[in-house]
């Protein structure tokens, strides 16, 4: 048996690589495009012990096909897919074909080939503007961006695929803000053009950008900036580690993941500002299109059934993992 991870060369696919590497004997395929993973995280990662990589889209169905015959995969760990919001709205097309179209191509080989479980990434933006906060898993799921409804619409496939085929199960993880990089410095989020706060925040302490635009300061919230729930990316993947074991034994089911608190943009600034040592420029702009005043998940699902209880929940320690890591991609 083995388990096959896409995009385990992205932020979050190789954290969740490494913490398999370090904690299970697990074989392990990886296939990524390269497109914003980064092949030295590959390249530490098989310091760790071996595992297969294979740099291939995954619109290449035969390749996929070899592979999970000749490893006899079991389990899916799906993170590959485009990310970023305001593209998407740009580029609708993008998010349709590469996250809903070619995951859709992945379950039907998933399923034609006897893989047993599949852990899907999704995320918040599938709820759009919640009207209540926490936001637990039965709230309305109204994504306002292609993104979020392209992450929606796999959702819907994966959940008929198993309807249809119940010895192909799967959890869907559902994210929030996701942050910080594994503790050790090996790896971390390289894409240079991310659009996630902290790693931004990180920037603009280190002088890669001049200031930090705060996108709207008139929410109905502590300090009417944007609050979100940031979750350490280390205690995410130990949620995928559990979701693994979690299937063996239970049905298909979805999860949300974060910590049900949130910090204001202006408390994460004052953080990385802190910790940096830099008073950095802080510049005020108006809202953006689609960004709920607030977005805290309720994290009592995944922790009352899979047992997962977070290691890392401290800003202060999240924007200290970021700036070490920047750090190191800016000496490079
Ligand atoms: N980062 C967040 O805060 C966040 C929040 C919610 C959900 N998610 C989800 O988590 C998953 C991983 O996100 P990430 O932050 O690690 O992004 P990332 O861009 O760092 O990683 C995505 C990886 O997938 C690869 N990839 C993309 N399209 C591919 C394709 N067609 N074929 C092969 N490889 C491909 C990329 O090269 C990259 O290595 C995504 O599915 C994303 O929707 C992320």
Redesign the pocket.
Known sequence: MAILL??G?????SHVLKQLLEKTEENIVV???????NQACIDALLEIRDFHFAK????NLEMLEMLIERFEVTDVLH?????VVSESMQNPLKYYK?NTA?TTGLIELCVNFGVKRFVF????AVYGEPATNPVDETVLLAPINPYGRS?LMSETVLRDASNAHPAFKHVILR?F??AGVAGDGSIG?S?PDAT?LIKVAAQTALGARDALAVFGTDYPTKDGTCERDYIHVEDLADAHLKALEYLKTHPSDTFNVGYGHGFSVREVIKTMQRVSGVDFKVEMAPRREGDPAILVASSTKIKTRMGWEPQCDDLEHICKTALAWEKKLHEN
């Open positions: 896409t995009g060369a992205g932020y979050i696919g296939v990524d495009n390269l497109s914003t993973g291939i889209d995954l619109d993170f590959a897919a485009s990310i590469n070619k990434s999704s995320t918040a992450k994210y803000n996701v989020q894409f996630h």
